[in-house]
DNA sequence: GGCGTGACTATACACAGGCACAGTTGGCTG
DNA sequence: CAGCCAACTGTGCCTGTGTATAGTCACGCC
């Protein structure tokens, strides 16, 4: 937990983690097989076994990965402001925000502290604004619940608006309808106001979207990739 | 949806619909196994292949048995109010949305129907009250998304607030948190009103409802099993 | 140079899961 | 009763999948 390589991350056991990650996210866990994931990673199915052991020591892996890099997004996304996600979902992070997903509803091992991790950045960022809260953790739990389920349907809500979720365009429409439909006060006026002003016009702008190539991702800052270090 | 065929849906096929019913919402369509359905209802693995066919059949035939079934409720419950279902659901009809919520989240073929169905409700309720709407189309995909997440992530969001989310205690808390979360506005106002005070009581509530003469929205009707009929 | 170590592969095995097929039973109709 | 149909079962095959094992290759270190 201690360095970060970067680079080294990029070869064998960090491409195959990155392959099942995809493949439990679009697939889900039992559907994905590892010569799946094998393929996808363009190794033999050996050496995936290898290097996770099991299926389930590489779907952990999955989890603790994903749950740490995820938990930052979401803490700058909620400190931020109150909107699903940031203004724009990286290629990379993207397919992070649809395995945790994924996994929240299967119930993967590490879901509940996933959960439980929104649940607890979400109930202090309600804390700061002070809404008349009854029971502000059930408003916790039921608003992190509401934005996760944006995006663990976020292939019909993106069918829905005719957009990619993840999509600079995406973001904004739902970010805008969220402010629209979400109680006032649970993102502060102003800034929801400057966040309204800021969004209607991004349709328009043509956006920097990631690189497609997923083989050379030397770009290091279009939306944080938050890398911790390895397993 | 016409007859209600209450015993002879209680027999062979029907019995084996409802075991894979609960089989693919607790556990997934892929990690389920024919033979585990089989089991469950009590029969033969034989069987389940003479009436269904194939395990795509089984799939098929609980997608249109519950998305039947479902969008009667959901109708119901967005017409009477806002809030994420009625009051209580039964133990009959739980399993139903937890089916619904997976095969939305996995991609069973009658996801899209289902979804775009459940938007075609909210947008109509939408459209009722009339909030300053510039998307209105893009808030009912995410107000649906919303509701739906609640139900999809109905593990936790139960772990979260050490209830049943199906129970009366469950909804009830549910349906505050969403009345405090949600723009007002959305439900109009007095009948939100009564909406809280009614909920607030719940819990203390054992069984027997001793309800006010004003909230005159139709009869609780503790379970409403709603049995389209088979196939 | 010898050599251990770790990334990586080929092959194989055990087993589970979907599906086919040939029955058997029981009830209904002529 | 004969005939038939549908519900239901036992059994087995074949593929796919997880995993174990043995082997190859490259590289760093004494």
Redesign the pocket.
Known sequence: MAAAPHSSDL???ARIRNAALRQFAERGFAA?????V?TAA??????????F????GLREACDTYALAAYIDIAERGVTKGELPDGHHIGEEASWLVRYLALALVEDSPAATAIFEALVAVTEGHLRTRDVGATDLHAQAVVLTAMRLGVTVLHRHVGRGLDTDVFSEEGVARVSLASLDLLAPGLVDTDLAESWRADLTDLPQRTGQSADPSETARSTPQPTQEVPPDDV
């Open positions: 070869t064998g056991r994905t097989t590892m010569r799946d094998a363009g190794v033999s199915p050996a050496l995936v076994q290898h290097h052991g099991t299926k389930d």
